[in-house]
């Protein structure tokens, strides 16, 4: 078994190799790509799509999921995915065409710059949790009364 | 005859403007300050053309726009002082606003150079109706472009409402591109825009390429182009899937 973090780490290595041939940058980014599916394909909360309308494959989907959130956060990634998966598309379909160094880091980049992100968003979610058990578990006690006197 | 300016003025203003093209950044406010008071010696309306072509440049769009207008109010229509406002309002990629002057001012269409980057506008705004209302009037030959308003229509099954709303969310798709670049004092040396086609599946990309700046720089640039972006609510599915990408020109 594999996880999100292993593809990006495969990225890493590859890139860090010496001889940067064509076809190990266009699998940087195929890995870069895949490494962000993986992760955001498991985040919580993403609205549910009308199955009624046009079948799209799974990976459009999450796109849209992600573009359609009220989460302004879920929302960029969307666009970070949308770019990424044109640039998978270059890497993998369009072989004709040169396909840069640029793009093989911008990949790794991105992707390790979501990633954190995605990390941030989950630590704080986890202390709002914990901030509400704190809060269930401790409860104020009330205040004690006090009769007030009457000045006469 | 409409007015000429003495060659020397324009040419050293727009050797400036070149300049800046070349490196990708924009006319620093000290350089403007030089430059427009070199303009302000040459005659109006031609002052103002000039004028526009240099806010542009300097990315102070009011001011590009507001010039622009000033001079196609003055009536004189001179073919290369229009293709100077058009072009400097393209180059920073305020589609919208060239699409916006022309329709208010039709004749910009009566010129082929101002009339392909109209076209070209158009097209990047997906403004069908007025890409089909520039093809259908004139002859635009020799005019290459990489896809044509049939392919965008088509791209958006024909849905006219669709491309509506499309075209509405690209209009602040370059707000938000001229404002991040403004922000940062770069010019975008051009645009790729297309519709992508692999198997079954097609998507929209368009793509900015910087020259000038760092990898970091760019990347840093898209980043913030998309947190502006995300700002904005799509719905559609056609709309979600578009890529929006800042490139380092080599």
Redesign the interface.
């Known amino acids: 078994m594999i996880s999100p973090e292993d593809f990006l780490e495969h990225s890493n290595q590859l890139y860090k190799l010496d001889e940067k041939s064509e076809i190990l940058l266009r699998n940087v980014a195929r890995n870069s790509y895949y490494a962000l599916y993986h992760k955001l394909v498991k985040i919580d909360g993403l609205p549910t799509l009308d199955k009624n309308?046009?079948e799209?494959?799974s990976h459009?989907s999450l796109?849209?999921q992600l573009?359609?959130s009220e989460d302004?956060?879920f929302?960029?990634w969307?666009?970070?995915l949308?770019?990424l998966?044109?640039?998978r598309?270059k890497a993998d379909?369009k072989i004709k065409g040169s396909f840069?160094d640029?793009d093989a880091?911008?990949s790794i980049?991105?992707v390790e710059?979501t990633f954190a992100e995605i990390t941030i968003k989950n630590n704080d979610e986890d202390n709002t949790e914990k901030l509400k058990k704190v809060i269930k578990s401790t409860p104020v006690p009330p205040p004690k009364r006090t009769k007030l006197q009457v000045i006469k | 005859m409409a007015p000429r300016l003495p060659k020397t003025v324009k040419s050293k203003i727009f050797d400036s403007l070149n300049e800046s093209i070349s490196k990708g950044i924009a006319i620093s406010a000290f350089k403007l300050e030089a430059l427009v008071t070199n303009a302000n010696s040459l005659s109006v309306p031609g002052r103002y053309a000039v004028l526009s072509a240099l806010y542009s440049h300097a990315l102070q769009y009011d001011l590009a726009y507001q010039n622009a207008e000033y001079y196609m109010e003055s009536g004189h229509n001179d073919s290369d002082f229009i293709a100077d406002i058009i072009s400097g309002l393209t180059n920073v990629n305020l589609f919208n606003k060239a699409v916006e002057l022309s329709k208010k001012y039709p004749i910009i269409l009566e010129y082929p150079r101002s009339r392909q980057y109209i076209h070209k506008s158009a097209l990047y705004t997906l403004d069908v109706e007025y890409c089909e209302h520039i093809i259908l009037k004139y002859n635009l030959e020799g005019h290459n472009m990489s896809f044509n308003y049939g392919e965008i229509l088509h791209f958006f099954g024909n849905d006219e409402k669709l491309v509506s709303r499309a075209s509405a969310y690209f209009n602040y798709v370059y707000s938000s591109l001229a404002d991040i670049l403004a922000e940062y004092s770069v010019l975008g040396k051009s645009v790729v825009f297309g519709v992508s086609q692999v198997e079954d599946y097609s998507s929209l990309h368009l793509a900015i390429n910087i020259n000038g700046q760092c990898f970091d720089n760019v990347l840093d640039i898209e980043c913030k182009w998309h947190k502006k972006l995300a700002q904005y609510v799509v719905v559609d599915e056609k709309l979600c899937g578009i890529a929006f990408s800042m490139e380092i020109n080599c």
């Open positions: 309308k046009k799209f494959g459009e796109i849209q573009r359609m302004l956060g929302r960029e969307g666009l970070t949308a770019n998966k044109a640039t598309t379909y840069s640029h880091r911008k980049k991105i710059k």
